[in-house]
Each structure stands twice: as C-alpha cells, then as structure tokens.
C-alpha cells in the first residue's frame, strides 16, 4: 500500500515529464498525484523588462508538460504568486499529504523551500526534496581531509573515480495515477504569459524536452570533435547549447552521462568536463551561499574597481572598438545567448581592461542571459575577474586582438556581427585601429564615426590591472 493517498509535484528547474526523481518517487509512494508550477512573484517583480526571453522558454515548457498531462487525463496546476503561501494554500485545498520536489541550490531558493516545508508541517503534512540537478551534491565530493575542494581538477577526479551508472540511472516517471483534470482546473489559473504580465518573445532557441532532445542528439553525433572545435564561436556545432535546457531542466544532466558513458574520446571526456564544472560551481554555491555578495579570496573584497559607468555602457551596448568584444556583446543583446570563450574574453575585458567590477558585468549577464545561472555566472565571473575559487591568475591577462586572432582567424564570427567592418581585410579586421585612416576610407571605415576608436589600449590597462591587483 502506498504512504501517501494524494501528493503533490513541484516542479521548479525540472520542467520535463521523463527522468525526473521528485515525479518518480511521488508515483511509486503516492496514490494519485497532481503536478504544480508556480510563476513566483518573488523573482518575477525583480524583472523589469516585460519581453524577457526566459518566460518564454519556461512558458513553452511549460505548454509541452501541460499537454503530455492532458493527454493522460490530467493536467498542470498554473499559480501566480509566493510559493511559500501558494504551495501550502494549494496542499489543503486539494487535500494533499506530501509535498514532492526537486532539490534547489540557491540560497532564495533554500529559505524559501524551508519556508514551504516548516508551513506544510504544521498543516502535519510532508515534504521532500530529492537530488535531482545534480550527480552529486556539495558534500558527496570532498577532499581527504572532508573539506570542499577549492580547485577544479582534483574535484572532477574525484567525481569521476566515485560516479558508477548507477548514479546516473532514468529515474523514471509512468505518468500514472494523475489526478484527473476535472477535480483540478478550479485550482489552476490559465497558462498564459500576460496574466503572468510578460510578452512571448521569438527566441532562437525553443522551450521544451523535444527540443532539447534534438539538440542534445544532434550534438552528440559529433561530440569526439568537441575538444578540437568548442573555442570556435563560428562554429555553430561547435558546442552543445544545451545550457538553457540544463538551467531549466527540460534535459536531465544524468541523462547525458548516460549518452555519452564509455566513451573514451577526447571530445567526450572534455565535454563531460564541462558538466563537471557545472557541479563543481552548484557545489560552491552552495558550500559557500554568500558568494552572490563577496568574493571567494576574500582579500579581493577590498579592491575599488576604478572603471567607469561610461566605459561600462560602451561594453554593454558593443561599442568599445575591440571587434570580439563588441561582436561578442552585440551577438549577446540580440540572442540572449554568448560562446563560452567570448565570454570568458568580454568579462576579462570588462574587469582587466575597463578596471569595472566584476559585479556590474556579472548583474548584466544575469538580466540577460538566457542560460543564467546563479553557480555558474557568478562562477565564471570570478574566475575570469582573478578573484575566485580556482580562479584565473590576475597577471594572466586575455589580450582581445591575439584572442580574436586566435579563436575567429577568418572573421566569420566578427563580420557576422559588425557588417561596419565588412569589407575590412582580414589583415586589419580584429585590430582596425592599425591601419591608416586613408587604408580604412578605402572599406568605407572612419574611426569615430562608422566605428569607435579603441576606448583605451590594452597595453597601457594590463598594466593598470595588475598594479590594482598587486596594492
Ligand atoms: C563570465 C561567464 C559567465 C557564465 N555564465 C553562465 C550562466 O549563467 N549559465 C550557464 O549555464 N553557464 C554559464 N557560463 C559557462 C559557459 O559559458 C556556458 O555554460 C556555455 O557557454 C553554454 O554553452 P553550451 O551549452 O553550448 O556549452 P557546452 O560547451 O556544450 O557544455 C555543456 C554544458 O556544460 C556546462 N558548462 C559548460 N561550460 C561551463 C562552465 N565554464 N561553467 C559551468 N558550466 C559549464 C553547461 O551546462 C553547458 O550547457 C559562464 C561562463 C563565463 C566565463
């Protein structure tokens, strides 16, 4: 007999119907179940622009689960407000016993799930959170004397030697015992992004487990070249873009461990090292829930960040005069979307070269980035800062022209992005500054006025920086 008569499913940055534990163990200890997600007002009164790409790809997920539940009969409970008074609220009306979600990493999102779980105790009714995001959470990967680690490769080795296919096996949902339709539309609000009070937005990529199935199938047939073509922004195979999936959970990380386990190629095996890192960050996150606020060397708490608002919009907005960079950015506000080495290349920039916070180009990536993530954004921009865990040595220093050279050495990537520098050779195209005025007149280029002249020489900055790290 099952523990439970009635349980419910909260689904969160899981939004899919296969491979998912909080929905499988709700099943097997459940009589009936019903499947609820909440619009949390909390985080949506935060979002100032109405046509932010997100909603319409948790919206477009969302509309995918919503009909695979009405074609068995049921469908999904839609709420607008804040979890910790709807989840409870919802749990009596409907006469629920248990709470079933997938575990969640962030510190808003801890308090709050505490919240929902000391309110639903004292309605004596239960709740779980199950390991879900991750193959394993910060304490299952420590070092020998039981601390976290502070440096990537000695944890993914220890990741790798403790994960079995076990760790990675389906956690299968049957998508049985629904609790039919009829005994829930009264619960529901409709699935629309306007009463929600946001627009649907046309995103390059789609919302939804099919999608992200495509894509992760797609990829994986040419996942041995990973290694030699993932720094390539040209290349549009090049990667997965499976990250905004991964953040929404519309593809399950154990799932592609378990596409690409035994494979020894080393395209694989870096690919695989990218998931890791993903863990590595949700596992500093949450070891260390204040690095949203402070730096992880936190003698770097104390640097004043010289650089300028003006300088700051000039990034923002692509108009620095470093092609890559300002490609980079240009790509970025029209998609929602960066290459992994553009962004390690503009948030160097933004923090050696503009001398501005870390923090200023880390909130404008997450007010913006389709794929953000709390671990990994503010990962990787310490990392790129010089101020993190494992971070970057501040005296390395990414130069944009050699990076550009290096990374885009047709230009594809840059004239895609700059059709003002179209026409430019390719000997001038990732530094035109180093050309003569007359030589660009001869491509229809007036620094200043077609496009901007350097706003400050890296040379002269690198220097600046490393001053500004060293005091
Ligand atoms: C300054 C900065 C900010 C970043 N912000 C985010 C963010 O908000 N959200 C995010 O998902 N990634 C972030 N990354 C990591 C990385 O750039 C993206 O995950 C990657 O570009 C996504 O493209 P992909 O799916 O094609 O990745 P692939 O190369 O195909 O990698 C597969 C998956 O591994 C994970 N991954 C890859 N690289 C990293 C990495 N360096 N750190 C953590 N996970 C990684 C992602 O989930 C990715 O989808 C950031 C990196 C930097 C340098």
């Known amino acids: 007999m099952n523990p439970f008569k009635r349980s419910l499913v909260w689904i969160r940055r899981d939004l899919r119907t296969h491979d998912h534990r909080a929905w499988s163990v709700a099943e097997q200890e459940s009589e009936e179940t019903a499947v609820v997600f909440v619009f949390d007002s909390n985080i949506l009164k935060k979002i100032s622009n109405n046509e932010d790409r ?7 997920s969302l509309v995918e689960i919503d009909s695979q539940l009405r074609a068995k009969g049921s469908q999904l409970i839609v709420l607008h407000g804040d979890p910790t008074q709807e989840i409870p609220q919802l749990a009596q009306r409907l006469n629920i016993d248990a709470v079933f979600t997938n575990r969640d990493y962030e510190p808003y999102a801890k308090k709050r ?11 004596a009714k239960k709740f779980f959170s199950l390991k879900d995001q991750v193959i394993f959470e910060a304490d299952e990967v420590k070092n ?11 944890y993914s080795k220890t990741w ?3 994960v079995t296919k076990q760790n990675v096996e389906e956690a299968r949902v049957r998508l049985k015992n629904l609790i039919p339709a009829k005994n829930l539309q009264e619960f529901s609000q409709k699935l629309e992004l306007e009463s929600v009070g946001f627009k649907e937005t046309k995103n390059w990529i789609k919302g939804g487990c099919k999608n992200a199935h495509k894509l992760a199938q797609d990829f994986l047939k040419s996942v041995k070249n990973y290694k030699d073509e993932r720094d390539f922004p040209a290349l549009t195979q090049g990667t997965s873009h499976l990250s905004t999936h991964l953040r929404f959970g519309t593809i399950n990380v154990r799932e592609l461990f378990r596409e690409t386990w035994g494979l020894q190629n080393a395209g694989a095996l870096t690919w695989q090292n990218e998931l890791i890192w993903r863990e590595f960050y949700q596992m500093l996150l949450s070891a260390y829930p204040s690095l949203p606020e402070n730096c992880f ?3 770097c708490n104390s640097i004043k960040w010289p650089g300028t608002q003006k300088d700051f919009k000039a990034w923002c907005e692509g108009q620095t005069g470093y092609p890559i960079v300002d490609a980079a950015m240009r790509h970025f506000n029209k998609t929602g979307w960066m290459h992994n080495r553009l962004r390690m290349i503009v948030a160097s920039f933004l923090t050696k070269d503009l001398l501005c916070s870390w923090k200023w180009g880390e909130k404008y990536f997450a007010n913006h980035l389709l794929d953000f993530d709390l671990a990994s954004n503010n990962g990787g921009w ?4 010089s101020v993190g865990c494992d971070a970057q040595p501040y005296f390395r220093i990414f130069n944009p022209v050699l990076q550009s050279e290096r990374f885009d050495p047709e230009g594809v990537f840059l004239k895609a992005e700059l059709p003002e520098l179209k026409k430019l050779s390719l000997k001038y195209l ?3 500054w180093t050309a003569t005025p007359l030589e660009l007149s001869a491509y229809g280029i007036e620094l200043g006025k077609t496009y901007p002249h350097p706003i400050v020489i890296h040379a002269e900055q690198k220097d600046k920086a490393i001053k500004l790290f060293k005091s």
């Open 54 to 60: 997100r909603l319409t790809f948790i919206y477009e």
């Open 113 to 123: 799930d505490a919240h929902v779980e000391e309110t639903l105790k004292k309605a």
């Open 144 to 154: 020998l004397s039981g601390d976290y680690f502070k440096v990537f490769t000695p």
């Open 430 to 432: 990732h530094a035109p």
């Open 160 to 162: 790798r030697a403790k």
């Open 297 to 299: 060397q936190e003698k």
């Open 382 to 385: 310490q990392w790129a800062a």
